[in-house]
């Protein structure tokens, strides 16, 4: 008697289901994605909106701008450096030898308008500056650092910058959440402006952020090195 030895392959209904199986694992991958996407455009948008309130509460207090408050030191407990009072937040060192752009963050925080206890520094901003959440520093200072339309010159005025380090998917969403969605119009624009040393530099260009025609450069969303400027 020879025996047999009998195989059987997988039915319709059991590849069928391998493939529901499959395409449920990829779509809650891709929503997951998604989902962490969407969390740091919030992380980043709730960011700038919080500061800028600060920004407005300050100045209603006290009627001057963080940074640039020269009674500091007088009426804000715990503050250790005064502004100059020329109604700027300036970036260079100002006719006290302080850089009002760092010390933006001790009054800030000693007045209670932002979470956190920022001691103004130069030599090391690792307690001086907040981060962004990609954990480089932000930046918020009255200057010219920051994308315009081709044709234009951009003009100083007080901006606050995201910091660099970001994924362009991600700024060009926090663009298209608050503005117009180009990154040389409207109140949020291209700056991969790095806060840090006594004068604060821009990053340098970086093409891959953005495209010729100023939108942001989405093509394989590749530019990880992005980061933008709100008007303020």
């Not at 009998?6 to 929503?31: D, P």
């Not at 009255?142 to 339309?149: F, H, I, L």
């Not at 891959?208 to 590749?222: E, K, R």
Request: hydrophobic residues 40%; contains cysteine; aromatic residues 8%.
């Amino acid at each position: 008697m020879k025996s047999r030895t009998s195989q059987q392959g997988f039915t319709l209904i059991e590849i069928a289901i391998v493939l529901v199986i499959i395409g449920l694992l990829l779509g809650g991958i891709l929503k997951g994605q998604e989902l962490i996407t969407s969390a740091r455009v919030r992380s980043l948008i709730q960011q700038q909106d919080g500061i800028k309130a600060a920004f407005f509460g300050f100045q209603d207090r006290y009627r001057g701008l963080p940074g640039d408050y020269a009674a500091a030191i007088q009426n804000i407990q715990g503050a250790t450096q005064r502004g100059d009072g020329d109604g700027v937040s300036s970036a260079g060192a100002n006719g006290a030898g302080v850089t009002e752009t760092f010390l933006v963050w001790e009054h800030l925080s000693r007045s209670g308008f932002i979470n956190g206890n920022y001691t103004y520094a130069v030599a090391n901003l690792e307690n001086a500056v907040p981060r962004n959440p990609y954990g480089q520093f932000i930046g918020l200072a009255y200057d010219d650092v920051y994308a315009v339309a081709a044709g234009n010159v951009a003009v100083a005025r007080h901006n606050l910058k995201t910091g660099n380090q970001i994924p362009v998917e991600i700024v060009a969403e926090v663009d298209r959440k608050t503005d117009d969605g180009r990154g040389t119009s409207g109140s949020f624009v291209y700056s991969r402006f790095t806060q840090g040393g006594a004068q604060p530099a821009e990053a340098g260009p970086a093409p891959s952020c953005m495209a010729v025609d100023g939108t942001w450069n989405l093509i394989g969303q590749t530019a990880v090195n992005c980061g933008g400027a709100s008007m303020i």
